[in-house]
């Protein structure tokens, strides 16, 4: 079975910029989440979503937004990009949003803000 | 007071030791617990998951839950180089929200 995954895999944007990046879940799991990580922060909870629906946010601004397809592909965006936006950005599925079921890790979109 | 707590590190152990990583929590209705392995430029693996008190075990490593303590750990027999990593532990908070501390950074000296 395919595992996450993540486009693009780098991406190189500038202040002001907006950008979209895409996931696809492993076949079958209906729950996306997306992760920050950055070196000084870790790795930090942005939103989840279920059934096309977005379940859960993080402590991130407006800027960041999200939405998820019948298919269960989900994408995030960010506008108005900042410096600090410089991150991976991970992308996490699983079979459901319950508690205790495993999430799977993308490869991950690294996006460098200049 | 962070949500999941771990030693940044580095933890530093001679090849064929036993490495012990250790977690807090801070949510006493968290109920899920997760140790994942990830390699300088590559997205977390999981390692294990564990959710009753007490030990399992899966091949080298063991995970450690004492709820009553708020406390997670991660053993990890017989280290190896490959072993160096660093290891993220999560834990589920309420409302479908995975949470993970800081990590802890492992190296397995030859």
């Known amino acids: 079975k395919a595992g996450v995954t993540q486009t693009p895999r780098y991406l190189i944007k500038t202040r002001g910029q907006q950008v979209t990046l895409s996931c696809s879940p492993i076949?079958?799991?209906?729950?996306v989440s997306w992760y920050q990580q950055t070196p000084g922060q870790g790795l930090q909870f942005l939103f989840e979503?279920?059934?096309?629906?977005?379940?859960n946010k993080g402590n991130f601004p407006g800027r960041f937004s999200g939405r998820q397809f019948s298919n269960s592909r989900s994408e995030m965006n960010v506008s108005t990009l900042e410096l600090g936006d410089s991150a991976l950005y991970l992308c996490?599925?699983?079979?459901?949003?319950?508690?205790?079921?495993?999430?799977?890790f993308g490869p991950g979109t690294r996006l460098t803000v200049l | 007071q962070k949500e999941v707590e771990q030693n940044s590190g580095p933890l530093s152990v001679p090849e064929g030791a036993i490495a012990s990583l250790n977690c807090t929590y801070s949510?006493?209705?968290?109920?899920?617990f997760f140790w994942y392995r990830q390699y300088s430029g590559k997205s977390p693996e999981l390692i294990m998951s564990?959710?009753?008190?007490g030990d399992k075990e899966d091949g080298r490593f063991t995970a450690q839950l004492n709820k009553a303590s708020q406390y997670v750990s991660l053993l990890i027999r017989d280290s190896q180089p490959s072993d160096s990593a660093t290891y993220l532990c999560a834990a589920y908070y309420s409302s479908y929200k995975l949470i993970f501390g800081s990590g802890t950074r492992l190296l397995v000296r030859p």
């Open positions: 949510d006493r209705g968290s109920q899920s």
């Open positions: 564990i959710y009753s008190n």
């Open positions: 996490a599925s699983s079979t459901t949003p319950s508690e205790g079921d495993t999430q799977y």
């Open positions: 979503y279920f059934s096309e629906t977005q379940r």
């Open positions: 076949s079958g799991h209906r729950s």
